[in-house]
C-alpha cells in the first residue's frame, strides 16, 4: 500500500506550495514562503504520497482565539484521490484556535459551508497599471517610511485584524523588495501600508486607514517607489465588500475588478472595523 504521511513543512518546503499557488495562478510574492512560514512554523503542512509531496494546507495559528486557512493544493495528477480530504481533516482537526478564517474561491465555498464554515462577507481583487495609478493620485503629503514595526503599529493593527501578529508584521515589513508606508497625525498612527512585489507586478496589502484620502496618501506613496520602467506593471489590491469607501476609491481610481473571494469563519465573525480595511493583507494569511 502506499504510505502517505502528513507533516509540517520546512521553510523550502513551503517555498514548493507557494511555487504551486504561482502555477494556479495565485500570483505570489517573491517573498512569501519565508514570511508566512516565520509566522507559524507548524502551521504549514505537507502531504506526502511514498515520500513525494502531492498536497499542502495552511492552518497559521495567531493565538488561541484566531487562526487562517490557506494554501489548500492538491497537485492535478492526484486530485480526486482522497489526499486533498484527508489533510484537511487533518490540518482541521490539529487546530487549537477557537476560529478559523479562509478565503474560499467561488467554485469551493459550498464545499467549506459542509465544513462548517459560515459566509461573512465578499472580498474583491482590483488592478490598475502602476502608471495609470500614478497619474489619478493626489501627491502623497504626510507619509513617511515604515522600516520596523513597533508596539504602537501592532496595536493599531489589531483593530483591523482578528489577532496580534507581531510576529508576521515584523516579517512583512523587513522582508527585501517590500515598501511600508505610515500615516501619523499628532504622534497616532492612522494608516499604513505595505506594496511587495509579486511574480506578476506588484500587490498592496494591508492597506489600513482611518479615512478614504489617507489610503490615497499611502497609494501614492508607495507607487512613487517603483522604478520608472516598471510603469506598465500591474497593481492589485484586495478590498473587502463592506468598505463602501474602498469601493468607491477603485471607481474613483479607474480600478478594474478581476476576482472575488468569501472571506468565512468556522465561528463568529470577528469585530473588527472594516470601514478602515482598504486593502486586505493576502488571501493567504487573512
Known amino acids: 500500500m502506499s504510505d502517505y504521511v502528513i507533516r509540517p513543512l520546512t521553510v523550502d518546503e513551503v517555498q514548493k506550495a507557494v511555487d504551486w499557488a504561482g502555477r494556479e495562478g495565485w500570483n505570489p510574492g517573491h517573498h512569501d514562503a519565508r514570511c508566512f512560514h516565520g509566522t507559524d512554523t507548524r502551521g504549514f503542512l505537507g502531504g506526502f504520497l511514498d515520500g513525494e509531496m502531492i498536497a499542502s494546507i495552511s492552518v497559521v495559528q495567531y493565538d488561541d482565539a484566531f487562526a487562517f486557512l490557506g494554501f489548500y493544493i492538491v497537485r492535478p495528477a492526484f486530485r480526486g484521490s482522497g489526499h486533498g480530504l484527508k489533510i484537511w481533516r487533518y490540518a482541521l482537526e490539529n487546530c487549537k484556535a477557537g476560529n478559523i478564517g479562509l478565503d474560499g474561491v467561488v467554485d469551493q465555498q459550498h464545499n467549506y459551508r459542509s465544513s462548517g464554515f459560515s459566509f461573512a462577507y465578499n472580498n474583491y481583487r482590483f488592478t490598475a497599471t502602476v502608471g495609470k495609478l500614478q ?6 503629503t504626510g507619509v513617511e517610511p515604515l522600516t ?3 508596539e504602537a503599529l501592532f496595536a493599531y493593527d ?3 485584524f482578528p489577532a496580534r501578529r507581531d510576529a508576521f508584521l515584523q516579517g512583512w515589513i523587513s522582508a527585501p523588495g517590500h515598501m511600508s508606508r505610515v500615516y501619523s497625525e499628532d504622534g497616532q498612527i492612522k494608516g499604513y501600508a505595505t506594496l511587495r512585489p509579486c511574480r506578476t507586478g506588484y ?4 492597506l489600513f486607514a482611518d479615512r478614504e484620502s489617507i489610503a490615497q496618501a499611502l497609494l501614492a506613496s508607495l507607487l512613487e517607489t517603483v522604478p520608472a520602467h516598471h510603469s506598465q506593471e500591474a497593481v492589485f489590491i484586495d478590498m473587502p465588500l463592506p468598505n463602501t469607501a474602498a469601493f468607491a476609491l477603485a471607481e474613483k481610481l479607474g480600478l478594474e475588478k478581476v476576482f472575488e473571494t468569501a472571506r468565512m ?3 463568529r465573525a470577528p469585530d473588527i472595523d472594516l470601514s478602515r480595511v482598504f486593502g486586505v493583507t493576502s488571501f493567504e494569511l487573512g
Do not use: V
Open 158 to 160: 489589531r483593530h483591523l
Open 203 to 206: 500587490k498592496i496589502g494591508p
Open 135 to 140: 497619474q489619478a493620485l493626489p501627491p502623497s
Open 265 to 267: 469563519y468556522s465561528g
Open 148 to 150: 520596523a514595526a513597533s
